[in-house]
């Protein structure tokens, strides 16, 4: 689907939908209260295997990023779109994979981008990403991610939080 036609559901803080908007729309006026799926693929070192997003990318080009992202389109779950955007991204079949839920935030709880389900998926292949997404990537442990990232290593906004939230377990709790 092109980006300018995508529509995502708006939500309330208690994450119940009170309309829809478009893509573009989101984005101009700075809104969070969308929601988004992220997964981590993490293999039996512990390492997360990271991607670095493709130039022609309209937010975050050339950054680091969370192993697979996407938006929740207007009608789906959160389990739909990560189902949609794992097939899109990595090629990966959810029923074949082992995926648990790591969490579920809000913007108003943990000042992430949008309201977000965040997933784990254990295995030790690297993914057959889509070229279109991603440029190359890196299986880092989540305390070497963090040095680079603190060094400058341009990343998508949330990824650093994630990353200390559910694998360097600083500050946060209650997820």
């Known amino acids: 689907m092109m980006q300018d036609l995508e529509i995502f559901d708006i939500v309330d803080e208690s994450d119940c939908v009170i309309g829809q908007k478009k893509r573009s729309e989101i984005y101009s006026q700075g809104l969070c209260n969308f929601r988004v799926v992220n997964a981590f693929v993490v293999n039996s070192l512990g390492q997360l295997w990271i991607p670095r997003r493709s130039a022609q990318k309209r937010i975050?080009?050339?950054?680091?990023?969370?192993?697979?992202?996407?938006?929740?389109?207007?009608?789906?779950?959160?389990?739909?779109?990560?189902?949609?955007?794992?097939?899109?991204?990595?090629?990966?079949?959810?029923?074949?994979v082992n995926t648990h839920l790591l969490g579920y935030l809000t913007p108003y709880q943990y000042q992430v981008s949008a309201?977000?389900?965040?997933?784990?998926?254990?295995?030790?292949?690297?993914?057959?990403?889509?070229?279109?997404?991603?440029i190359e990537s890196f299986w880092l442990y989540p305390s070497d991610l963090i040095e680079w990232l603190n060094k400058g290593e341009p990343a998508k906004s949330d990824l650093i939080k994630l990353v200390q939230m559910f694998y360097i377990h600083t500050k946060y709790t209650n997820i």
């Not at 009608?75 to 090629?91: K, P, S, V």
């Not at 309201?115 to 991603?134: A, G, H, L, R, W």
Request: proline share 4%; net charge negative.
């Open 115 to 134: 309201f977000m389900k965040v997933y784990e998926i254990t295995s030790d292949c690297e993914p057959d990403y889509n070229k279109n997404d991603f």
């Open 60 to 96: 975050f080009p050339l950054c680091l990023d969370v192993s697979m992202g996407g938006h929740v389109e207007s009608g789906e779950t959160y389990e739909d779109a990560l189902q949609r955007e794992l097939e899109e991204e990595l090629n990966l079949n959810l029923n074949m």
